[in-house]
């Protein structure tokens, strides 16, 4: 089975400005999260989905960040406007549906985001 | 959500067995231990979970005392190829999903 992607790869951007992160889930996966991993620091959730639902946002930094998962396939994650401190890796991950904290995650490979 | 120590780096060479532990003093009666391994440029990968005693998968054994307070991540024969970052997870399965990573363990094996 195909697994987890994210588009794009890297993205350089201005202060300033927006970006758009996309993450592809495995199919079938109803639980898709986002991480991420700023300069030098831990990886640090961002948010859970549970299909179309945000079942825990409790994550996400400030309301620059705008995650979205309409049809409860792939998702978004919108960063407006993007700050230096935005800088890092953000990672997506998914897993199957019915399963609690630590069942098995799917990563992808991230997208590196860097912001001047 | 229990916290974990782990060792911020270890070195090996080919060949040898590779064993990483971790402790987590405050993990609850609900709480399972999960490793996840990360390569340069890409993203963590499950590689093994258990409750107590031991667990074992093509990949890697992972041992847990009855007082459940460390575990240890034995990994067998290690090649150059595991070269990676290693990280001990502890959580239930009822708390609703995210992973909660530490510093992981960076593990160096040399030729």
């Known amino acids: 089975e195909a697994g987890v992607t994210q588009f794009p790869s890297h993205s350089v951007i201005e202060k300033g400005q927006t970006v758009t992160l996309r993450c592809d889930p495995i199919?079938?996966?109803?639980?898709l999260y986002w991480y991420r991993r700023v300069m030098g620091k831990e990886i640090k959730f961002l948010l859970h989905f549970v299909k179309e639902s945000k079942q825990d946002e409790s994550g996400m930094p400030n309301n620059r960040f705008l995650a979205e998962r309409t049809g409860g396939t792939y998702s978004t994650l919108k960063v407006q406007p993007a700050e230096l401190e935005d800088s890092g890796v953000y990672f997506c991950a998914s897993s199957r549906p019915g399963v609690g904290a630590l069942y098995e995650q799917y990563f992808g490979p991230g997208t590196r985001l860097t912001v001047t | 959500l229990a916290k974990t120590t782990q060792p911020i780096s270890m070195d090996s060479y080919e060949g040898q067995e590779v064993n990483i532990t971790c402790s987590h003093n405050?993990?609850?009666?609900?709480?399972?231990i999960t490793w996840y391994q990360q390569f340069p440029s890409q993203g963590p990968r499950f590689i093994i979970q258990?409750?107590?005693t031991k667990v074992t998968n093509e990949v890697a054994s992972l041992f847990i005392p009855a007082d459940r307070k460390s575990s240890t991540l034995s990994l067998p024969r290690v090649s150059l190829s595991d070269t990676a970052v290693y990280y001990c997870l502890v959580g239930a399965y009822n708390q609703g999903g995210k992973l909660i990573f530490g510093q992981g363990t960076e593990l160096s094996v040399k030729p």
């Open positions: 405050n993990i609850a009666t609900n709480d399972y």
């Open positions: 199919s079938g996966h109803d639980n």
């Open positions: 258990g409750y107590k």
